[in-house]
């Protein structure tokens, strides 16, 4: 069907479309026309003139983990480089070269392998392409910065079928728009990443009564103020895990997590780490020296494949009372156990004076938020329209926008747009006008300034 494509064509009367279509969230429902799984930068170039002279839309699809599904588009054609999956690790460097079909959970292990680690997805089933061209938040972003302030350059294939080595030198307009802001510009078939000596951390999780996430929270965060950026942690109002050790009257009910991650010289006796330990009554406490990459998986089973999903996101300037009891309040009304409230610091590397420039517009930001919905059967409405409310009990807290990476379904264009600092919108205007003049790729909101 396209002359001379060299990987797997997969249109909707294929015995296997269903299963080659299938991304993480099953409540995105387009339908594509065509799946063009790409076995190099050539096929990625065929395809995407394939898609041009029909005037079909135009997506990629990756590690298939966006919440909103943005790497299917109704009736369009779908570049999938799931195939483009090779990894070359060069420790003297220490620069990793990454297919942009690779997820987290193969990265992981091979760069620990050499000593190595960069800040990667911390659920390991996400994608390196959809986390590095967003946000690219993980466990040592507060050591090492976000993905994106860690890609030295990648090779893009452009809408005019060019295939170009991008980075600081070399087309940098588009190696800064790859570095937050980097989808609907083009294909990214490789990420060089730059790489960091990996330490044994010492990881766990403390979880506490949810009646206790008010003051608990609050003593993690004055606790935490001064941290080094070695030490992370978060803040997770959910249903308690599935682990006997907790007491019956808190199975199957929402509990509030700590999860605690620090790659200080100390390991558990970081004093950080301690006076994590030492806040309230925790119900179980996991923190323990641990293998990297076995707690970069830890949550992967708290997002199954195959059920429905919705987020909200928001950058915070920092947290108070009334915003904790809200997300307390609102998560005993959530219908499924996986719902859940999320607040992550900021601060560290991401903040510093000389961390570099990219599209990443809030790096002022104290803490970002996620409101996630989980439902198994319904329309949804339900479960969606809590996400909206539990959002809403959080904006007077706004640092302006939500996080691009946990855009939910949906969601306006103008709160898409607010991803980014209007400054750093017009810049991708003028680079989007640039790379792809007649809009071959399918835009994504924020473009539509
Ligand atoms: C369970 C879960 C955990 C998550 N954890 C984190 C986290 O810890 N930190 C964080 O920052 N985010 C996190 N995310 C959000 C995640 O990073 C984004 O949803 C991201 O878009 C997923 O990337 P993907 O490659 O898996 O998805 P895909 O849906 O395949 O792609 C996402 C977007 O990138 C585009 N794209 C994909 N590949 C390419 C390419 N090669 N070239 C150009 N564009 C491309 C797609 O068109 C689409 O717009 C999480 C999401 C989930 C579902």
């Known amino acids: 069907m396209i002359k001379g494509f060299k990987g797997r064509l997969i249109a909707p009367g294929d015995a296997d479309y269903a299963g080659h279509r299938r991304i993480w969230n099953e409540a995105v429902r387009a339908r594509?026309?065509?799946l063009a799984r790409c076995a190099d930068a050539d096929d990625v170039a065929l395809a995407i003139g394939h898609a041009h002279g029909r005037g079909l839309p135009l997506t990629v699809r990756a590690g298939g983990h966006n919440f909103a599904g943005r790497s299917l588009a109704d009736g369009g054609v779908v570049i999938d480089v799931r195939d483009l999956n090779g990894i070359a690790v060069d420790p003297e460097r220490r620069i990793a070269r990454l297919?942009?079909?690779?997820?987290?959970g193969r990265v992981d292990p091979a760069l620990q392998k050499h000593g190595l680690a960069t800040t990667g997805g911390s659920v390991s089933k996400v994608g390196v392409a959809g986390f590095t061209l967003g946000t690219g938040l993980g466990w040592l972003g507060r050591l090492h910065g976000l993905a994106g302030d860690n890609l030295t350059g990648a090779t893009v294939v452009t809408a005019d079928g060019a295939v170009r080595d991008v980075g600081p030198h070399a087309?940098?307009?588009?190696y800064w728009a790859l570095r937050g802001a980097g989808t609907g510009l083009g294909v990214v078939t490789e990420f060089r990443m730059r790489l960091f000596p990996l330490v044994?951390?010492?990881?766990?999780?403390?979880?506490h009564r949810l009646e206790d996430a008010h003051e608990v929270l609050w003593r993690v965060v004055?606790?935490?103020a001064e941290a080094p950026a070695h030490l992370n942690w978060a803040a997770v109002l959910t249903g308690a895990p599935p682990v006997p050790a907790l007491p019956d009257d808190v199975q199957g009910r929402p509990v509030f997590l700590v999860p605690v991650f620090?790659?200080?010289?100390?390991?558990?006796?970081?004093p950080y780490v301690r006076a994590l330990r030492r806040i309230g009554r925790p119900l179980l406490d996991t923190i323990a020296p641990t293998d990297f990459c076995a707690f970069q998986t830890s949550t992967d089973d708290a997002a199954p494949d195959g059920t429905h999903w919705d987020v909200r996101s928001e950058w915070l300037t920092r947290l108070d009372g009334p915003a904790i009891d809200h997300a307390a309040a609102m998560i005993e009304e959530a219908s499924s156990p996986l719902s859940e409230f999320l607040f992550r610091p900021l601060g560290g590397a991401i903040a510093a004076p000389d961390a570099p420039d990219t599209p990443f517009s809030y790096r002022h930001a104290a803490f970002m938020t996620e409101v996630i919905a989980n439902w198994?059967?319904?329309d949804g409405a339900a479960e969606r329209a809590w996400t909206d409310k539990g959002l809403s009990g959080l904006m007077h807290l706004s640092a302006g926008g939500p996080d691009v990476n946990h855009l939910g379904l949906d969601e306006e264009a103008s709160r898409a747009q607010a991803a980014y600092s209007p400054a750093t919108r017009a810049r991708l205007a003028r680079i989007k006008s640039s790379y792809d003049p007649a809009g071959t790729f399918t835009s994504p909101p924020w473009f539509a300034c």
């Open 99 to 104: 297919g942009a079909g690779l997820r987290w």
């Open 171 to 174: 087309d940098p307009d588009l």
């Open 262 to 270: 620090s790659t200080g010289p100390d390991g558990v006796d970081d």
């Open 376 to 378: 198994t059967t319904g």
């Open 32 to 34: 594509p026309a065509l």
């Open 200 to 207: 044994r951390p010492a990881t766990g999780m403390l979880v």
């Open 222 to 224: 004055e606790a935490t």
